[in-house]
């Protein structure tokens, strides 16, 4: 779960989501808290999480501010064999269940916000957003998917040899992982989520699709794919 200044949200957030955990969950698992470049209290409420749950939560800061870096850290890190990538403000418990089970035969589930049984309810312009970046990648790289961008689950021994090759993008390091993983025949699969949006966005919208268009040049530039 990478956090960026989540002090508003992020103590409930992890609350319910070990509640959710410890009901749901019968097999051992872990949750890797990656805090990355922060300037509010969000460090130290993964430390006080951490001495409450010392068998089941491991504790990363980093200095520099990158959801792309914080992402690839706790696959790193991770220990298990399943892999599954939460946000404080998006994690479902019912997808977790139902990519452990896909992950027995594939090696990729992607939370879909585009499939026509999701359900999106963020704003429209969050939405145009979405939909247009994925038309992106459809059309510049062949990405055979409708979305790669939110909650995934990963088989670690199959995901993390591409990890390590990807360029550590700060916004599109999981896209780029998802292009990567399909472009080297990676089984990949999706799974229809329901999105509220649970607070505004931190980025204006030009400056969001800005990011996306420069990270989406780095990947054609260096031609990972």
């Not at 360029?167 to 599109?172: A, I, K, T, V």
């Not at 509220?196 to 996306?212: D, G, S, W």
């Amino acid at each position: 779960m990478p956090i960026h200044n989540e002090n508003e949200n992020l103590a409930h957030s992890l609350h319910l989501l070990l509640k959710a955990l410890k009901r749901k969950v019968k097999q051992p698992y872990e949750v890797i808290l990656i805090e990355n470049g922060s300037t509010d209290r969000s460090w130290e409420i993964c430390e006080e999480f951490k001495k409450l749950f010392p068998n089941i939560i491991k504790t990363t800061h980093t200095s520099t501010r990158s959801y792309g870096l914080a992402i690839r850290e706790g696959i790193f890190q991770s220990e298990f064999e399943y892999i599954i990538l939460f946000n404080v403000d998006f994690w479902d418990i019912s997808f977790l269940i139902k990519s452990i089970e896909l992950l027995g035969s594939c090696d990729i589930v992607v939370g879909s916000k585009t499939l026509i049984t999701s359900n999106d309810s963020r704003p429209f312009l969050r939405r145009q957003i979405t939909y247009w970046f994925n038309v992106l990648l459809r059309a510049f790289y062949n990405f055979p998917g409708t979305d790669t961008h939110g909650i995934k689950g990963l088989k670690r021994k199959s995901i993390l040899p591409i990890a390590k090759s990807c360029y550590p993008l700060r916004e599109l390091y999981d896209t780029q992982l998802v292009l990567r993983a399909c472009k080297k025949n990676l089984i990949y699969t999706e799974l229809p989520v329901s999105v509220h949006e649970k607070r505004p966005t931190r980025y204006p919208a030009v400056r969001r699709t800005i990011n996306l268009l420069h990270d989406l040049v780095v990947i054609f530039r260096y031609r990972y794919l």
